[in-house]
């Protein structure tokens, strides 16, 4: 099959060569096109290769003409067929005097160089060898090896990014429109430095959407979005009752035009008008202005957010601007400081604030400009200190605390930390894993690998994550062997267990009542039986009345008197050292355990408080250094609350050399 551009003026002539599109922008049918085209395989018409490279270049040559245009032409051949040579002096011409680079891919050779492999013939070596002649008389031309080629492409490259400036406008210090003598003016463009890499963007897509045309049966999948302000059903549901069902419906459509704007002030919602929106705008016009400078310590890195810009000189003056940036520059370096400015990208545009940093390149000098927060932006929180604990009454614990880490456990995450180190592994070992230069993101790069086969294939699954990005999401094995043993050391040392997920939460609830029977008793039952055990007289109401349950902050002192006058309660001094935040509850416990101690031996009631003292040593068990209420057993036995013995007692069966050596009677059901 013949179907090209010379063919068509000169029949009989270039046969077998196939134009498969005109030279356009590519759509997506040229591109499936290319990828479904069958592969033609004929003993008998051969096409001459030379041939479809000079097809390529009558393409090029009637429609660039002479307009400015990167022309390229890249050949992929097998070296097999026989090649006419004889016009290569003429298309070398032609090649050059058009600007048109040549690259030949060359299929089937293992040395690119020598132009031979272990499976080509003659006549692919000879085709080889003439190539190369060919490309050395081309000023842009490239003779390369398809399988090298390929696998290139394959790898994963940064984008270049074509330099255009996003800001153009000036830097100044001073004010150079009332103090022009006293003030600088420079001229800057702003290129963007670093900035996130974005996901590519996704419009809507229908699969309803009306015909481009009468004439065709292609669909646009367009989708045109429109917006409908409806009242609240509050509104109208009174309404609704009355009848006019279809006038109502009208009604429930608001123009747009109607419709202000509300803000939020705590519960109310305060209406701002368009006209008064407007007026409390801040007018900005665009430029960069140096507000002072500062030690660049001051400015913490935390600060620093969004992308980073250089700062170059600009058209305006373009001498003075470079000599007046570098100056700055080297000024800043010497200094050690940074220049805080406010810039302003568009007319009328909220003002940024940030720093100009100075930055020294081969044969550049120049800032970088990056945004840094407002005082409204910067959140300061307050974190428990990992080498040090801070009690509520001031005091520092540093050691021999539940909450710090002992020796043994620094010693063990420091060599886990070793362990780890990507030094230890060779430069092959690595496989370019830590190397920010070659790390790319994965989930970019499966997108864009997925638009590009849905492309070709509207059916193609999803492609699978890339080797070389699954090794980056994995540690090396060879860390991973190494650090091992150190892992079972951090857990036997820090003591970490598995949390069972699929154990059941344990439910809190009042002694005796099952779940089945919570809150189902019926309204009636309940107001009978209040009613029932209502008292008889004023006497009883008001005893009822002092009955406390509870420790306020008010008069703790007298409450915990009336609890412990009231026998039926439960007693809230362990309540308060296990729920207590550090040493917050101590002092108070103390003091109630005092009092308790002396009230129990007054009513010979001392061996509930005995037990009450078994319990609270299970608690703060100051057989273990590590304990979290060790503090707590330090402070029972700094104010001597003890066992209350029977010298002190009549009923306590305790002696004072039992009260001495109280460690030997913790009670194993408070244990348990």
Same mark, same amino acid.
């Given at each position: 099959?013949?179907?090209?551009?010379?063919?068509?003026?000169?029949?009989?002539?270039?046969?077998?060569?196939?134009?498969?599109?005109?030279?356009?922008?590519?759509?997506?049918?040229?591109?499936?096109?290319?990828?479904?085209?069958?592969?033609?395989?004929?003993?008998?018409?051969?096409?001459?290769?030379?041939? @479809?490279?000079?097809?390529?270049?009558?393409?090029?040559?009637?429609?660039?003409?002479?307009?400015?245009?990167?022309?390229?032409?890249?050949?992929?051949?097998?070296?097999?067929?026989?090649?006419?040579?004889?016009?290569?002096?003429?298309?070398?011409?032609?090649?050059?005097?058009?600007?048109?680079?040549?690259?030949?891919?060359?299929?089937?050779?293992?040395?690119?160089?020598?132009?031979?492999?272990?499976?080509?013939?003659?006549?692919?070596?000879?085709?080889?060898?003439?190539? +190369?002649?060919?490309?050395?008389?081309?000023?842009?031309?490239?003779?390369?090896?398809?399988?090298?080629?390929?696998?290139?492409?394959?790898?994963?490259?940064?984008?270049?990014?074509?330099?255009? @400036?996003?800001?153009?406008?000036?830097?100044?210090?001073?004010?150079?429109?009332?103090?022009?003598?006293?003030?600088?003016?420079?001229?800057?463009?702003?290129?963007?430095?670093?900035?996130?890499?974005?996901?590519?963007?996704?419009?809507?897509?229908?699969?309803?959407?009306?015909?481009?045309?009468?004439?065709?049966?292609?669909?646009?999948?367009?989708?045109?979005?429109?917006?409908?302000?409806?009242? +609240?059903?509050?509104?109208?549901?009174?309404?609704?009752?009355?009848?006019?069902?279809?006038?109502?419906?009208?009604?429930?459509?608001?123009?747009?035009?109607?419709?202000?704007?509300?803000?939020?002030?705590?519960?109310?919602?305060?209406?701002?008008?368009?006209?008064?929106?407007?007026?409390? +705008?801040?007018?900005?016009?665009?430029?960069? @202005?140096?507000?002072?400078?500062?030690?660049?310590?001051?400015?913490?890195?935390?600060?620093?957010?969004?992308?980073?810009?250089?700062?170059?000189?600009?058209?305006?003056?373009?001498?003075?601007?470079?000599?007046?940036?570098?100056?700055?520059?080297?000024?800043?370096?010497?200094?050690?400081?940074?220049?805080?400015?406010?810039?302003?990208?568009?007319?009328?545009?909220?003002?940024?604030?940030?720093?100009?940093?100075?930055?020294?390149?081969?044969?550049?000098?120049?800032?970088?400009?990056?945004?840094?927060?407002?005082?409204?932006?910067?959140?300061?929180?307050?974190?428990?200190?990992?080498?040090?604990?801070?009690?509520?009454?001031?005091?520092?614990?540093?050691?021999?605390?539940?909450?710090?880490?002992?020796?043994?456990?620094?010693?063990?995450?420091?060599?886990?930390?070793?362990?780890?180190?990507?030094?230890?592994?060779?430069?092959?070992?690595?496989?370019?894993?830590?190397?920010?230069?070659?790390?790319?993101?994965?989930?970019?790069?499966?997108?864009?690998?997925?638009?590009?086969?849905?492309?070709?294939?509207?059916?193609?699954?999803?492609?699978?994550?890339?080797?070389?990005?699954?090794?980056?999401?994995?540690?090396?094995?060879?860390?991973?062997?190494?650090?091992?043993?150190?892992?079972?050391?951090?857990?036997?040392?820090?003591?970490?267990?598995?949390?069972?997920?699929?154990?059941?939460?344990?439910?809190?609830?009042?002694?005796?009542?099952?779940?089945?029977?919570?809150?189902?008793?019926?309204?009636?039952?309940?107001?009978?039986?209040?009613?029932?055990? @209502?008292?008889?007289?004023?006497?009883?109401?008001?005893?009822?009345?002092?009955?406390?349950?509870?420790?306020?902050?008010?008069?703790?002192?007298?409450?915990?008197?009336?609890?412990?006058?009231?026998?039926?309660?439960?007693?809230?001094?362990?309540?308060?050292?296990?729920?207590?935040?550090?040493?917050?509850?101590?002092?108070?416990?103390?003091?109630?355990?005092?009092?308790?101690?002396?009230?129990?031996?007054?009513?010979?009631?001392?061996?509930?408080?005995?037990?009450?003292?078994?319990?609270?040593?299970?608690?703060?068990?100051?057989?273990?250094?590590?304990?979290?209420?060790?503090?707590?057993? +330090?402070?029972?036995?700094?104010?001597?609350?003890?066992?209350?013995?029977?010298?002190?007692?009549?009923?306590?069966?305790?002696?004072?050399?039992?009260?001495?050596?109280?460690?030997?009677?913790?009670?194993?059901?408070?244990?348990?």
């Amino acid at each position: 099959e013949t179907d090209n551009i010379i063919a068509a003026m000169q029949p009989g002539e270039y046969e077998h060569v196939t134009d498969l599109c005109k030279i356009e922008l590519p759509t997506v049918q040229t591109l499936r096109k290319l990828a479904n085209a069958p592969l033609m395989e004929s003993n008998q018409h051969v096409a001459d290769v030379f041939d @479809a490279l000079i097809v390529a270049m009558e393409n090029i040559r009637s429609h660039c003409r002479q307009l400015k245009y990167e022309k390229r032409i890249q050949l992929i051949t097998t070296l097999d067929g026989m090649i006419d040579w004889r016009d290569i002096p003429e298309v070398q011409n032609q090649l050059n005097n058009q600007n048109i680079s040549l690259t030949v891919f060359c299929v089937g050779l293992d040395d690119i160089n020598s132009g031979k492999s272990e499976q080509s013939t003659s006549l692919q070596e000879t085709n080889a060898e003439r190539w +190369k002649e060919f490309i050395s008389g081309i000023e842009s031309g490239n003779l390369l090896d398809f399988e090298v080629a390929r696998k290139e492409m394959q790898g994963f490259t940064k984008d270049e990014v074509l330099s255009s @400036a996003s800001f153009r406008g000036y830097l100044t210090l001073g004010d150079p429109v009332y103090f022009p003598e006293t003030s600088l003016k420079i001229s800057i463009n702003m290129y963007i430095h670093s900035s996130p890499a974005k996901v590519p963007s996704a419009k809507k897509w229908s699969t309803l959407s009306n015909t481009l045309g009468t004439q065709s049966d292609e669909r646009s999948h367009a989708v045109i979005t429109e917006k409908t302000y409806r009242l +609240k059903p509050s509104a109208y549901e009174d309404a609704d009752e009355a009848g006019d069902a279809a006038a109502l419906e009208i009604e429930k459509v608001v123009d747009e035009s109607s419709i202000e704007k509300a803000y939020k002030l705590g519960a109310t919602l305060v209406t701002v008008f368009k006209e008064v929106e407007d007026f409390l +705008k801040i007018r900005t016009t665009p430029g960069m @202005a140096i507000i002072g400078f500062y030690r660049r310590d001051c400015v913490p890195r935390y600060y620093m957010r969004g992308n980073t810009y250089f700062v170059l000189a600009g058209s305006s003056n373009p001498r003075f601007a470079g000599r007046a940036i570098s100056a700055l520059a080297h000024a800043l370096r010497r200094n050690d400081a940074v220049a805080l400015v406010r810039h302003v990208t568009r007319d009328n545009v909220p003002p940024k604030i940030g720093i100009l940093i100075p930055f020294f390149a081969e044969d550049v000098d120049c800032l970088r400009f990056v945004q840094i927060a407002y005082a409204d932006d910067v959140r300061h929180f307050k974190f428990t200190s990992l080498d040090k604990v801070m009690k509520v009454s001031g005091k520092e614990v540093v050691k021999d605390h539940p909450l710090l880490p002992s020796s043994e456990a620094l010693d063990a995450m420091g060599n886990f930390i070793d362990s780890m180190d990507l030094g230890i592994l060779g430069k092959d070992e690595n496989g370019g894993y830590p190397d920010p230069e070659n790390t790319f993101n994965p989930y970019i790069w499966r997108l864009n690998r997925a638009i590009i086969m849905r492309l070709y294939n509207p059916d193609a699954p999803l492609p699978n994550l890339d080797p070389m990005l699954q090794k980056q999401l994995e540690p090396p094995p060879k860390l991973v062997e190494n650090s091992k043993h150190h892992v079972e050391t951090l857990k036997r040392v820090l003591d970490i267990k598995k949390v069972d997920r699929t154990k059941k939460r344990t439910r809190y609830e009042a002694p005796g009542v099952a779940e089945a029977d919570i809150h189902k008793q019926p309204v009636e039952d309940i107001i009978n039986m209040s009613r029932s055990e @209502a008292p008889d007289d004023v006497g009883q109401l008001l005893k009822n009345s002092k009955r406390i349950r509870e420790i306020s902050a008010v008069d703790p002192v007298g409450d915990f008197k009336n609890m412990i006058s009231n026998t039926e309660e439960d007693l809230m001094i362990v309540n308060l050292v296990t729920t207590s935040f550090g040493d917050q509850y101590y002092s108070r416990s103390i003091d109630y355990l005092k009092l308790l101690r002396e009230t129990a031996a007054k009513e010979n009631e001392s061996e509930p408080f005995n037990n009450l003292m078994f319990q609270l040593k299970a608690i703060c068990d100051p057989s273990n250094p590590q304990s979290r209420r060790l503090d707590f057993w +330090k402070l029972l036995k700094d104010n001597q609350i003890t066992l209350i013995t029977n010298k002190e007692a009549s009923d306590s069966g305790r002696t004072p050399e039992d009260a001495e050596d109280v460690s030997i009677y913790i009670s194993r059901d408070f244990c348990n």
